[in-house]
């Protein structure tokens, strides 16, 4: 997938690569400020759900998931798609409305967990 009109982060699996079971996946574009802590706990919340997937990190620059064993691949890809389009359209909202820093802590924690249920 390739960046949007708007510039939003893709992931570039043209690139991707398994390395002792670890899969590395390149950041396309320039995430935008709360992209990387954004994709973070979007991915923490869907982990929680079991998807076979070892651990995930997440820089600017690309995702990494460990323990990726042969036939998880298209379930590994749905969990990273997943949770790149849900931060998007988080920050895509954002960005029309209320800010997250102009929300309380609370109603952030409550806006994250509505917004959860769109998964």
Do not use: C, Y
């Not at 510039?7 to 950041?27: C, I, K, R, Y």
């Amino acid at each position: 997938m390739a960046d949007d009109e708007q510039g939003a982060p893709a992931f570039d699996w043209a690139s991707a690569a398994v390395d002792d079971g670890e899969l590395t996946v390149p950041v396309l574009g320039t995430p935008q400020r709360g992209w990387v802590t954004g994709l973070r706990h979007v991915l923490d919340r869907l982990q929680r759900t079991g998807h076979g997937a070892g651990t995930v990190k997440v820089t600017k620059k690309h995702v990494t998931v460990g323990d990726v064993t042969p036939g998880s691949e298209s379930d590994v890809h749905h969990f990273l798609e997943s949770a790149l389009l849900q931060v998007n359209a988080d920050l895509s909202v954002d960005e029309e409305g209320e800010s997250d820093s102009e929300r309380s802590e609370r109603d952030r924690q409550m806006t994250d967990a509505f917004r959860s249920f769109g998964n």
